[in-house]
């Protein structure tokens, strides 16, 4: 049953939805309405186009199939199989925080199953990679010591009658996770000792995350198989196809590459001992953190995971030289938006998808709507 939502003022002035076209902008507010309380709702073609689109004849399945993948493909929208029916489910993934629920019911549609590890990955990036118990950063990548690793805690103990519903979880330390549910309900939560060291495993995992990305020929699309409720993946076929939202490689971290661009000379060669990631840090910081509050770390994570995706130096450099001159954050956000500026300052065309066939399908219908015009003004005059 559609609920009554609302819409923040914020969100047209939002960089990564600006980026998108009108329709997948308009479908992500449908979804608000489409989704329980829990943020979670069916996820087929013909079930949103029944819903968000039932007077727009000019758009297809297929359209339609291609506008719930820029919402997942950005990780606005979270796809999974879910339930002993195997249904084909979405979860809006920051639901709580566009929407604030005055007297929440309980969900009856199935939650994305905790044990898949995307799943978990899911809620700690909704959760800004923080532990929600101690406040502390979780490691991005499984490090050495477990007791630093992201787990999956309930806020009501599943024994207390909590589900795994997106509001009763959250993401926290395996060793925060396990003093949280040795200790009283009610008792006020103390950081565990085992937390020690947590700095040195952050840094570990930065550094396997770097790895992974130059080294493994595992970069993701933007479309992986949705996650089943038993770690089952369903092709697109049947389901959401290809589609796990993330920002960008493992942890989608990064927007989309652009478009290739031969280059021989990159702004920041690869040649020398430090890695690149390294090397283009260092300038973009001593070129613009003065009067800035950049995070050595944030800045290199993100380049890393842009440069795995492909995306040729220059072009990201270029990038990151719009942003830091409009002193903004460094995130897969604000890359996305200036890799948009730079495609249109370089083609002079409209980087939005799904433009061509947008204003084709206006054309045919003021043509259609003149024929039908002139058809009845003949018949008037006979």
Known sequence: MPRIRTVKPEFWEDELLGVM??????????????????????WTPAYIKAQAFMYDDDLTLKDVDQLMRCLTDTGLLFPYVGGVAKQQMAVVVNFRKHQRINRPQKGKLPPPALGAWPVREMYARRDGWTCQLCGSEI???????????????????????GSDHPSNVRAVHQACGRSRYSSAEDEEFIPPAALSGLEDSLNESLNRSVNDSVNESHAQSNFDPPVGTGGDFSSLNHSLTEGKGREGNRERKGPPPPPQQSSTSPAVSQTGERAIEDRMTDAFLERYKAGNAYSARQIRRVIADTLANGTDPDE????????????????????QFAFAEIRKSATGADVLPFRDRQQQATDDLFDRAMARAQARMQQETS
């Open 139 to 161: 490691p991005r990548r499984i490090v050495v010591n477990d007791d630093h690793n992201l787990a999956i805690g309930h806020i009501r103990p599943v024994a207390a009658g």
């Open 21 to 42: 076209p009108r329709d997948a902008r308009l479908l992500f507010i449908a979804t608000f309405n489409m989704a329980d309380d829990e943020g979670i709702l069916r």
């Open 316 to 335: 990201l450099w270029s990038a990151l030289e719009r942003i830091g001159a409009a002193s903004k954050p460094v995130s897969a956000g604000t890359l």
